[in-house]
């Protein structure tokens, strides 16, 4: 593999963050974080609750970004006590904390509607996907709020990206469970806007809204989706396209909004495929 060292403009040079589910080699925190690391990130804390690809993760990025810095961590992202201290551990070893990606998440049940599905798988989903949003918030904007002259932070402020997706907007095949906690995820974003600025903290929230985006992550009949109109649904590197976007300074002022990436499939359904 070829060293990078940061083709991009700089878009985040000197910036510090965090990113739960980080752990897959396809997956979308995997790759947002190259994307940022292209763009001169200066620190990423990289999370997941399975270490099991770390040391090939941080082969790759030292290998092709040594002007950044990497540290893996082992830890629930639904776990208070890990993401306060890893808030606290980005301001102690680097001054500073600009950006949290909370991406974490699971599909849930998959039941195939809710008359099968358990009260606690039901909860459980609830629990990991809107609950790591939810501490994001609760530790990250705090943290992201501290200035520090000798780290280069002279302004407070900057930004959180929750993971939602299109299937919090509108019902569809996915879990009932998963489409509730991204619905949430939806009304997080706002309310977090919304407390932040009353907090005159500086940062910002919002949530992006992908479809079916085909990594790992997705049961056998949502990669057929996937499969039969790639050049409906996104791929992991569109995303990551648009996290960058949230997460740097060009979008100021969008805060409390919901970014969908579905290529406008969410606003309807094509009658072709009720003949299938
Ligand atoms: N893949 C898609 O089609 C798609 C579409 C829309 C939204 N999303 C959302 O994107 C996010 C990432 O999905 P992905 O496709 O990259 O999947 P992925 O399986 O590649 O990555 C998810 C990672 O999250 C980790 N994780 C799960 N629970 C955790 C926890 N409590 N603490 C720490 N880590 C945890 C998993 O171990 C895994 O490594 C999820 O929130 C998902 O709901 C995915």
């Given at each position: 593999m070829s060293e990078k060292t940061s083709t991009g403009a700089g878009r985040l040079r000197g910036k510090v963050c965090i990113v739960t589910g980080a752990g897959t080699l396809r997956g979308i925190g995997w790759t947002t974080i190259l994307r940022f690391a292209d763009e001169g990130i200066r620190?990423?804390?990289?999370?997941?609750?399975?270490?099991?690809?770390?040391?090939?993760?941080?082969?790759?990025?030292?290998?092709?970004?040594?002007?950044?810095?990497?540290?893996?961590?082992?830890?629930?992202?639904?776990?208070?006590?890990?993401?306060?201290?890893?808030?606290?551990?980005?301001?102690?070893?680097?001054?500073?904390?600009?950006?949290?990606?909370?991406n974490a998440g699971t599909f849930g049940s998959q039941s195939p509607s809710y008359d099968q599905t358990p009260l606690a798988d039901f909860v459980e989903c609830l629990r990991v996907n809107v609950g790591s949003a939810f501490l994001a918030l609760?530790?990250?904007?705090?943290?992201?709020?501290?200035?520090?002259?000798?780290?280069?932070?002279l302004d407070a402020g900057g930004s959180i990206i929750l993971m939602g997706s299109n299937s919090g907007l509108r019902a569809n095949s996915t879990p009932v469970e998963y489409g509730a906690s991204k619905a949430a995820v939806h009304h997080l974003a706002m309310s977090g806007a919304y407390h932040n600025n009353n907090r005159g903290t500086g940062v910002r929230v919002n949530a992006v809204f992908p479809g079916p985006a085909g990594t790992d992550f997705l049961p056998a009949p949502f990669q057929a989706y996937v499969a039969?109109?790639?050049?409906?649904?996104?791929?992991?590197?569109?995303?990551?396209?648009?996290v960058l976007f949230m997460a740097s300074d060009e979008s100021a002022f969008i805060n409390g909004t919901t970014i969908t990436l579905d290529n406008g499939v969410t606003n309807g359904y094509f009658l072709e495929s009720l003949l299938d």
């Open positions: 620190h990423v804390y990289a999370v997941d609750l399975n270490p099991t690809n770390f040391g090939v993760l941080r082969e790759t990025f030292e290998e092709m970004y040594p002007a950044s810095n990497i540290t893996f961590v082992q830890g629930d992202a639904t776990n208070e006590n890990v993401i306060k201290s890893l808030c606290d551990r980005a301001l102690e070893e680097t001054g500073r904390l600009d950006i949290f990606f909370a609760k530790y990250a904007s705090s943290a992201i709020a501290k200035t520090n002259e000798a780290s280069g932070k039969k109109r790639p050049d409906l649904f996104c791929s992991p590197s569109a995303i990551a396209n648009t």
